[in-house]
Each structure stands twice: as C-alpha cells, then as structure tokens.
C-alpha cells in the first residue's frame, strides 16, 4: 500500500513517515500544498495524510480541488485539537477522517487501515482467501493455522493483492501501489517477489494471469474475464 504524507511540520512528517514504513506502507512525503496537491493528482495513492494548515495552498483548498476533479482517495486530515469547525470544513470538503494534534501514532495507523480496508469493499482488518489469512491490525500471516514469515515487501504485495482479491491487478498496478516515487520502475522486482511469495505460501492462492497481471482467488477458483478485471 502507498500512501501519502502532507505536512509541513518537518518533524512531524518524519515521525509518521517513520511510523508507515515501519507499519509496512511506501511513503511519499510533501511540505506544503502545492507540492502536495500534485502529488496527489497525479500519483495512484492508496490513502493521504492531509495537515490544513499548509504554506503555499491549504489543506482544505487541497482537498476541495481533489474532488471537484474526481479524485476519490480516502484522505485522513490533521487538525488542531481547538478548532472544530477545521473538522467541520474538513469533511464538508471531502475528507474520510481526522484526527487532531497531538495525536497518539497508534490512532492514525488504525483510521488509515480503515480508511483503506474500506475503500476496497472490507468490513473488518482480518482478509481471508482460502486457506490464507491476513491480520492488516497485527501484521501477521497465517496459511492453514500456521503463521508465514514474510519480508516487508513480500507483506505489502500480499497486502495489496488480498485487499482487492478476486481481480486481476497488472504488474504497472502494483508498482505504482507498492513502491515510492523513486522507485525503479523498470526492474523485475515484483516477478521475484511473487515467485518468493507464492513458494512462502505454499498453497495455489496466487495465480499469474499471462499478459494481465496477477490474481489472488481461492484454490481451483477460475479467474475473471479479462473484461470484468479491467480498471
């Protein structure tokens, strides 16, 4: 999962930064609204982390202009603690959630895995494909009972894939989803991952779509159409 920091707090960015990659999330970082709006419009985000309080453009200007152009990422904003009607504004602009400074870390990893989890149609922080299970709360993997070590992107691609299982998601959909702005989009990595992961695993949930992309289904499920997997 890729997610996006806007504060212009420097501190503060770094702290949560800190806190998703250690938490397993790709981090892309903005200091103030113009950079972050961009960011934004652009680049395929699975949540945003948005301060109100921006220099150059502010956060509630950020969000309005998401919207009014479509963009539908779930959007957690940062507000002051004192000044309920930034909530207010906040969520008549369209964003999903707050949380007001100081917060504890704990609380915006959860919202922002709620924010995600139900995004991709999910009511609870456990995901289940067959034998397979994914705990997104605890970070944990089980195959048939037994708990799998996987290494953080091994977790991530998993993550991703058993968050919109059942759809075929193309290689370019996971790198944009998986790995930060500077990564090298070029390379092979997501072959090695998928081939380390699906040994890992050790069951037949993870189906490689030749020419489309990748497919997370139960054992002996058939997959979908080409037509119906398409974004």
Known sequence: ??????????????????????????????????????????????AI????????????????????????????????????????QGFDAGADDYVAKPF???????????LVRRAAGHATSELVCGPVRLDTKA???????????????????????????GRIVSRTELVEHLYDQDFDRDSNTIEVFVGRLRKKLGVEVLQTIRGLGYLIAPPGEAPPSPAKSSR
Do not use: C
């Open 104 to 114: 504890h870390m704990e609380e915006v990893l959860a919202r922002l895995r709620a």
């Open 49 to 88: 982390v948005l301060d109100i309080g921006l220099p150059k453009k502010d956060g509630i200007s950020v969000l309005e202009d998401w919207r009014k152009a479509g963009r539908k990422t779930p959007v957690l904003m940062l507000t002051a603690r004192d000044r309920w009607s930034d909530k207010v």
């Open 139 to 165: 970070g944990r993997v089980v195959v048939d009972g037994n708990p799998i070590r996987l290494t953080s992107h091994e977790y991530r691609l998993l993550a991703y894939l058993m968050h919109h299982a």
């Open 1 to 46: 999962m890729r997610l996006l920091v806007i504060e212009d707090d420097r501190d503060l960015n770094r702290q949560l930064v800190s806190a998703l990659e250690q938490a397993g999330y790709a981090v892309d970082t903005a200091f103030d609204g113009e950079e972050g709006h961009f960011l934004g419009d652009t680049e395929p985000y699975d």
